[in-house]
C-alpha cells in the first residue's frame, strides 16, 4: 500500500490546487456578457415587430380577398338579441291580443286572451261526470 503524501496548509486562503479562480471569473464575465448581448438582441427585434405590424395591417389571406361581404353558412349569430326578442315579443303581443283565423277550413278561429278569459268565466270551465259503477 503506498501512501499519498499529506499536505499542510502554508495559511489562510483557499486551496488553489483544484479550482481555477481565474476561469470561474472568466465564465461568470462572459456569462454577463452573452445576457446583455441577447438582451439587447431581443430588445432591437421586439422594435422590428412593433415596426413592421403599424406599417402593415392585418395580413390578407389569399383565398379570403374578395369574400369580404360573403354570409356565413346558417344558423346565423344573432347581432341584435334584444332588438329581435322585443320584435317577437311584439308579434306575439299581436296574437294574443287580435281575432284571426287558424284553420279557415276546419273553422277554427282565435279570440284576444282577454274575451277568451271573459267567455271562460261566463261559461264556466267544462267539468267531468263520474262515471256510475
Request: a neutral charge; charged letters at 25%; glycine letters at 8%.
Amino acid at each position: 500500500m503506498t501512501e499519498t503524501p499529506h499536505r499542510t496548509n502554508a495559511g489562510p486562503g483557499h486551496d488553489v490546487s483544484e479550482v481555477d479562480f481565474a476561469a470561474v471569473v472568466r465564465f461568470g464575465v462572459a456569462l454577463v456578457v452573452v445576457a446583455v448581448v441577447v438582451h439587447l438582441l431581443i430588445w432591437l427585434m421586439f422594435d422590428v415587430f412593433a415596426a413592421q405590424s403599424a406599417r402593415g395591417g392585418a395580413p390578407q389571406f389569399p383565398l379570403a380577398a374578395g369574400q369580404e361581404r360573403r354570409l356565413p353558412p346558417e344558423p346565423r349569430l344573432q347581432t341584435h338579441p334584444r332588438e329581435d326578442l322585443r320584435d317577437l315579443r311584439a308579434r306575439e303581443d299581436e296574437i294574443l291580443g287580435s281575432y284571426g283565423w287558424v284553420d279557415r277550413n276546419a273553422g277554427v278561429v282565435r279570440i284576444p286572451i282577454d274575451a277568451a278569459m271573459k267567455l271562460t268565466l261566463e261559461r264556466g270551465l267544462p267539468a267531468r261526470t263520474e262515471a256510475v259503477r
